[in-house]
Each structure stands twice: as structure tokens, then as C-alpha cells.
């Protein structure tokens, strides 16, 4: 039987999540790596708004939102990963306050209400947090990463990117060692695997 299909953009955190996911539940799709200046018929087409990913399963049903691929993966297929309400609660936060206040770190120019330092202040508080949160364990709420782990830490990666010299100069020396030991994983340099660009 054909594979599930995954609309995805290598760099795009949001697809980063989601393949990460997807391989951890070892669910094996078909990836299609798509331009977003030249998004695929069938992507318009099963998903109006068009972001990536989007999930599209054997049986026809869309997932357009990269948590609902997450759940659906973590779920179906746990391999001994923990999805709790505080998972969700950090996440949501982290696709909240904090992806806004990455947004005005990385492009101060067009959200000129704040510095750039301020942005990166109003950052820096998510950041204050799961550096205390990593106080306890490796990862934020286990010894093993949970969906949290995953969904928040391609956001960390971009933030951290921004400036790299302050990051690396913060004294949160936990989040420091989780991000590396994140980027650094097999599973995230399986998911960043470079694929051709998908053109229909
Ligand atoms: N809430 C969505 C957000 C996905 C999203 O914003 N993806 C960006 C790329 S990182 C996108 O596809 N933007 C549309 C575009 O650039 O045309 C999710 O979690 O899946």
C-alpha cells in the first residue's frame, strides 16, 4: 500500500516536529519536501490554508496542524513517550508568547513596537523557564524526551541561532547541554536529511 504523504519544509520547525514524530513512532511517509513560493495542487487542494505539514493518511483524512501529527503519531504508535497536560501547556506557550517574541528577535524591522533586545527579553523569559524545568532532568519533564521536548526545541534552536555568541554566553548552562544534546541527536539528523525539491 502507498505510504501516508507529509507536505513538509526541511527548515520550517514546525515540519521539523512533526518528522521528528513520525520517525520516533517509526511511521515511515512519503516525504515531499515542497517550495513555498510553489506549493503543490494536491497541498491547495486537501488543505487550503497550506502551511507545512500536513499529514495526508492513506484513507484520505488531512492533519494541517503539526501537533495533531504529533498526537496522532505519539499516540497510535507511544513507544514510551509521555503526552501529559503539561506537555501541552509549555507547548502552547512556546507556539504563543515565545514564537512571537522569536519572530521580533529574528525580523525587529517589521515588528518595530519593540527593540530587538526587548523582543529577545520577552523571549528570554520561556527560556528562564525551561532552563529551571531542566534543573530536575535531562529533558524537561523526564529522563526521556517527551512530545514537549520535540515540539519546543526547533523553536529554542532558531532563537539561540539569532545571536549565538549571547546564547552561548546565558547562564543557562541546562538548556544549553538539552539543545545540543537535541541538535546533535541521530534523530534529528534523520529528519534533516536533505530530499529533492517535490514539483507537481
Ligand atoms: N500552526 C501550524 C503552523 C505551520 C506554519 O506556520 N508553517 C509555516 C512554515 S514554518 C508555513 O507553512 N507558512 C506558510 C507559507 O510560508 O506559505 C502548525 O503547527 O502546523
Known sequence: MALAILYSYRRCPYAMRARMALKLAKIDVEIR??????KPAHLLQVSPKATVPVLVLQDGKVMDESLDIMHWALQAHAMGVNIRARDEALVLENDGAFKRALEGYKYPERYQSLTQQQHRAQGDIFLQKLENLLHENNYLFSTTPSLADIAIFPFVRQFAAVDNVWFEATPY??????????VESE???????????YVK
Do not use: C, D, G, Y
Not at 548552562?173 to 537535541?182: G, T
Open 173 to 182: 548552562l541546562k538548556l544549553q547541554a538539552w539543545l545540543k544534546r537535541l
Open 33 to 38: 519536501e515542497i517550495s513555498l513560493r510553489n
Open 187 to 197: 534523530l534529528f539528523a534523520r529528519v534533516m536529511e536533505k530530499q529533492p525539491t
